[in-house]
Every structure is written in C-alpha cells, then in structure tokens.
C-alpha cells in the first residue's frame, strides 16, 4: 500500500517540475524574443516601437480629448522620450553582452546602429 502511493507522489512531483522548466523556458524565450523583436524594429525603422510608445500615446490622446493644456502634454511627450532612452540604453547594455549576437562583426554593426538611433532621440530632447 505504501508502494503505490510513492509512485504517485513521485509521478505528480515529477510532472510539476517538468511543468515548471516548460514554463521557465516559456517565459525565458519570450523575454528573449521580444527583445529581438524590439532590435529588429528599431534597427529597420530607427521608429520607437509601438511596444514602448503605445501607453504614452494613449496618455496623450486622453489628455488631448479632455482639453488640457500644451504643456501638460509636452512634458508627457518629453516624460515618453526619456523612457524611451532608457529602454533603449537597456537594450544596448543587453546587446552588448548578449551571447545571442551572431558574432563581433555583427555586436559592433549592431551598437553602432543603436548609438545612431539615441543620438537622433536625444536631439529630440534638446
């Protein structure tokens, strides 16, 4: 009797841990994924990408509607810049380190590429 119910706990501790790395690995290569995602678009369009700029656009399309005033806008479209110079800056940290890059040629066309587009943002703000 006491077999039985060993085998069964170690089928449901084994399922659970196989359910947990399946989900880790999930979560992991979405992270992943969307970061490359993120690359990709900034690196074709040098655009911020609908991802990052999609909530201040709706914060500004709200305040646009309720009739507030012009500055209380620039500074929510100046508050999105600099959230999107510190999502880029997260970027080319992760870009800088990351084993995903397909070699040193690659890094360095990548990062040059990013510079390019936080300088043009940073224009922006001045």
């Not at 709706?58 to 005033?69: E, N, Q």
């Amino acid at each position: 009797m006491v077999v039985p119910i060993l085998i069964v706990g170690t089928l449901i501790m084994l399922l659970i841990m196989i359910g947990a790395i399946w989900g880790i690995n999930v979560a992991m290569a979405r992270m992943v994924g969307d970061k490359h995602h993120v690359l990709q678009v900034l690196v074709e369009t040098g655009q911020v990408p609908p991802e990052w700029s999609r909530p201040f656009q709706r914060k500004i399309a709200r305040l646009t509607h309720s009739h507030a005033d012009s500055a209380q806008i620039a500074e929510l479209q100046e508050r999105a810049l600099r959230h999107y110079l510190s999502e880029l800056d997260r970027l080319i940290s992760y870009a800088q380190t990351s084993p995903l890059v397909d070699g040193e040629e690659t890094r360095h066309l990548l990062l040059k590429t990013l510079a390019d587009i936080r300088m043009g943002w940073q224009e922006k703000m001045q």
